[in-house]
């Protein structure tokens, strides 16, 4: 490793040995193993040289709609071989792709859609009736919609012989390759620009830190479009040479089904995955031998399930992963050697990586003391997509202001002690209470509205909300089918208190959300 200077600035350790762009992590996995397995779904099964194939006509088809260096792909696409195929292909012109979850709504795609300034939009063909009509999005004149089966809609049918097989286009390594959108305090989404020396450092750290070789399976069993499926799962896969094994949806038995079938080494799971896995009946005689690496993040983790895991699965590598979207995946990494005894802890700073815990007033706190995290390194984002201001805000010196509370131990060995304020973790996705409060305000019977974590066993936490109403007859219900028009359904509340006397505030004229959560916590609301 070595400092370089990047982005205007910023003096980052880097690896000195490393691809020059996202594309090139597939180049250089084809030329080290072209008859591998790259790519496990359903009954399709690619080699790499295969797969690369399927990119090469798909860049040829985006070329011939007009797509070139720097303009953006959307994808609304859910976990297939489609996603990581159209990926490549966008990041091979040179274009930035944009995914997007495939549970956002009409306003949220209108948004993003018309923000990115997207030339050509790829979703699945089931998902027409969300998207917004097209003179709400006049930038965007090409939509392309897949079948549910997307190889037999069209992919396979462009073959390498009759693509162009122009070179990949040369970019710049601090360019942006990625636009993912992450929820804002405001309620609005911020595009995070991730770069391919951010990408492809983050998979780098996957795979010295987790051993990756070409030998390990993974499955994909969270969204693709989130920054775990897209760098801790394909781009890490991609850079080792290994193979993907794509669950289009994820359910414990399938899970479970597919992990033994192919003989999975290594996954990236949300806690909630880990908890319904080990709640499946079939869970006691599945034969999980092959899996080393059991990877984590998104949310705390039960200590309860680390030791259950530890008993019934004795070779299973637990490893704490800690970062954002903002981070390009991880920041830190917990040693697998050291998940038992620093439960408490997401582990060290990956390699090229910097942590530090800051006071109020911009002073790093001494070791063990409490204060915000901030995070640096090649794999921090350069900003978001179009707004300076909250770049200028979130990013201070090449740093990242987490907004996380936590410490750092005399041993570098990280702790987070609270998250962004008002966040709801609900499974390792992440609600901003303001977006659900917004449009809960949207109602014409809602007066007041404050949304809460509710703790949850399984999924660590749900959406509560609390409602003042004009009148008596507004059900939960209503309030639900109201928000599952405007929001992914992860983020629709799955319960309501109703109060007909105003919310509690203090004196500044803020909701005290801690005292509502003591009622709820004591059924008393």
């Not at 600035?9 to 193993?33: H, K, M, Q, W």
């Not at 392309?144 to 073959?159: C, F, K, M, N, Y």
């Amino acid at each position: 490793m070595r400092w370089e200077r990047h982005f205007d600035g910023r003096v980052v350790r880097c690896f000195i040995e490393r691809p020059e762009s996202t594309y090139a992590l597939l180049a250089d996995a084809v030329a080290a193993n072209p008859h591998g397995q790259a790519i496990v779904c359903g009954k399709t099964r690619l080699s790499y040289r295969e797969f690369q194939g399927i990119v090469v006509a798909w860049a040829a088809r985006l070329e011939d709609l007009g797509v070139g260096r720097g303009d953006r792909v959307a994808m609304l696409l859910g976990n297939g071989i489609a996603f990581p195929a159209i990926l490549f292909a966008v990041l091979r012109l040179g274009a930035i792709a944009v995914p997007i979850s495939i549970r956002e709504q009409t306003p949220g795609l209108t948004y993003m859609l018309a923000h990115c300034g997207a030339k050509v939009l790829v979703h699945n063909a089931d998902l027409a009736d969300r998207l917004p009509a097209a003179s709400a999005t006049p930038q965007l004149p090409t939509r392309i919609g897949l079948g549910s089966t997307a190889l037999e809609s069209g992919i396979d049918r462009l073959s390498p012989g009759t693509a162009r097989q122009r070179s990949p286009v040369a970019v710049d390594a601090e360019e942006t390759a990625v636009i993912l959108y992450t929820s804002g305090t405001t309620g609005r989404p911020k595009g995070a620009m991730l770069t391919h020396l951010g990408i492809c450092h983050s998979a780098m750290h996957y795979e010295c830190c987790m051993g990756l070789s070409a030998q390990d399976r993974s499955v994909a069993a969270v969204p693709m479009s989130h920054v775990t499926g897209l760098v801790a799962l394909i781009a890490a896969m991609v850079r080792a040479a290994a193979t993907l094994i794509v669950m289009p949806t994820f359910t414990a038995t399938d899970f479970l089904d597919l992990a033994e079938r192919e003989r999975m080494t290594h996954t990236l799971l949300v806690p909630a995955m880990y908890n319904l896995i080990l709640r499946e009946p079939r869970f006691e005689d599945s034969d999980l031998s092959d899996w080393r690496i059991g990877g984590f993040g998104g949310a705390p983790m039960a200590t309860a399930t680390i030791e259950l895991l530890a008993r019934k699965l004795p070779k299973l590598q637990l490893m704490n992963a800690y970062g954002a979207t903002e981070t390009t995946s991880p920041a830190t990494l917990m040693p697998a050697a050291h998940t038992a005894s620093r439960l408490e802890s997401v582990g060290v700073a990956v390699p090229c990586g910097e942590v530090v815990v800051m006071d109020d007033g911009g002073r790093e706190v001494p070791r063990g003391e409490d204060g915000e995290i901030w995070l640096r390194g090649p794999m921090v984002v350069r900003g978001y997509w179009d707004d300076p201001q909250a770049t200028a805000e979130s990013f201070v010196a090449g740093y990242w202001r987490s907004g996380d509370l936590g410490s750092i131990d005399a041993d570098g060995y990280v702790r987070v002690l609270d998250r962004k304020k008002d966040m709801i973790n609900r499974g390792g996705y992440k609600i901003y209470s303001v977006e659900v409060e917004n449009v809960l305000m949207a109602h014409p019977e809602i007066v007041e509205a404050a949304a809460i974590a509710k703790p949850c066993p399984v999924l660590g936490e749900r959406v509560h909300a609390f409602v003042c109403t004009k009148h008596e007859g507004v059900t939960p219900e209503d309030l639900a089918r109201h928000c599952a028009r405007s929001l992914a359904d992860y983020k629709v509340p799955d319960s309501f208190s109703f109060r007909r006397e105003p919310l509690p505030r203090n004196a500044n004229g803020k909701v005290m959300k801690r005292q509502l959560r003591d009622e709820m916590l004591a059924g008393t609301d």
